[in-house]
């Protein structure tokens, strides 16, 4: 199979380079595509990092493809605002197979970021989500458990089902984008408290419900 790989635009600013001639670049690229010209997505770090993420088994390595580390790690420190990951994810997205960097130094990285935006938002202000940065996050980690998913489904689930995992992966991928809106709103303080009480609030009489049944 030729590797010749294909850079393409619709990306920017991030790069997206996919091996030419590989079926299951070909779907991630029309996809990918597809969901910028349809949805528009306001959060295109998180976009570009879902894309080119599941795009790493057919590469056929362990590591990462060196043509995307810069742009993977860039993806990751918008996405991690205010809090400047590059440094980090650059130096062990080169250094550890990919695997293992997403394990040992991505994945606690983005609790730990999350942890704080939780209180603090993107921007430094206090509660900045509201009510919806929970429901952010849990669709967040549904979407990563989904990508995670991707070694597996191209090395062993036959062709003709990639695109109902791609179109698994879009359509989370547009719910994750609209409750991201939400929970960037530009709120008053006494919004923002008054949303995560009632959160908390409707959290708990839910969750003593279910201890009652």
Known sequence: MNNELIKYDFSKPYVLSLKKD??????IAEYYCLFLKIYKPI????????????SYPAFNTYYFPTTMTKSYSRAFNVHQKPHNTYSIHIKYIEKYPYFYYLSLIAFPVDVYSHSLQFLFGETGEFLEGGAFFIPYQIIHWVLLVITLMSPHVYKYFPEFTWKYYFSLI???????????????????????????????????VIANKQLIL
């Open 22 to 27: 590989e079926y299951y670049h070909q779907l």
């Open 43 to 54: 959060n295109r770090s998180v976009t570009y990092l879902v894309w080119s993420g599941i």
């Open 170 to 204: 879009y359509y989370t991928l547009a719910l994750h984008d609209k409750i991201y809106k939400l929970s960037i709103r530009r709120l008053t303080m006494y919004r923002r408290i008054s949303e995560f009480i009632l959160l908390s609030f409707m959290t708990y």
